[in-house]
């Protein structure tokens, strides 16, 4: 005779799988978010009022091991946390921080969060190859926001008079060549990360 599972069990078997599996999206979104407070410590001052840290490293990371919405919800968070006045930001923090001519920066990263997590999940990204091409599509749309922003913010708020060229060398001749080389090491790396994550997820479902 054949054993029939009832259907309560078997809804409280999916109820139960949900919740392991957005705990653990929460966790990792928790994460990222304490990842990129621990990079934006590690910095470089740059003229303009600006840094070279590691959170983009990590917003580019999110991008591929989080769904969209908890890519660029992490980042969102993290970015709300320092604007309510948590000096987690490389400047500090503080609702102040949205005049400095750094933060298009923080606008670009939520933005690149989110394109780049739902070009992963859309085209279902998983090689080195794929991994550079979204992380130096990453790139492109930070720089985008944070150097448009900048020179804004120099021009009409803080009435400075840079020249465009001093604005673009500072990003040419350092931050970019140093954020391909951050991109060739973390496109080689998120290969086995991803990996061991969709192991993890394997094995707890199996449980």
Do not use: C
């Not at 933060?103 to 085209?123: D, M, P, Q, S, W």
């Amino acid at each position: 005779m054949i054993k029939q599972t009832s259907p309560s069990i078997l809804r409280t078997g999916i109820v139960e799988e949900v919740f392991q599996m957005k705990t653990r999206l929460l966790f990792r979104a928790a994460l990222m978010i304490a990842l990129l407070t621990v990079g934006a410590r590690i910095q470089i001052p740059l003229p303009y009022f600006d840094y070279y840290t590691l959170q983009f490293t990590f917003v580019l990371l999110a991008a591929v091991i989080l769904p969209p919405r908890y890519a660029w919800g992490s980042v969102a968070t993290y970015v709300l946390m320092g604007l309510i006045g948590i000096p987690i930001f490389a400047g500090g923090g503080g609702l102040g921080y949205v005049v400095r001519p750094s933060f298009g920066y923080l606008i670009g990263f939520i933005i690149t969060a989110g394109v780049l997590a739902e070009l992963k999940h859309r085209y279902k990204i998983h090689t080195l190859k794929g991994y550079f091409t979204l992380n130096t599509i990453g790139i492109v749309i930070t720089y985008i926001f944070g150097l448009s922003y900048k020179i804004a913010i120099l021009a009409w708020y803080l009435n400075q008079s840079v020249p465009l060229s001093d604005i673009f060398w500072v990003a040419f001749a350092f931050d970019i060549p140093a954020d391909f080389i951050m991109i060739v090491i973390l496109s080689a790396a998120e290969v086995p990360i991803v990996n061991a994550l969709q192991s993890l997820n394997q094995r707890a479902a199996a449980h």
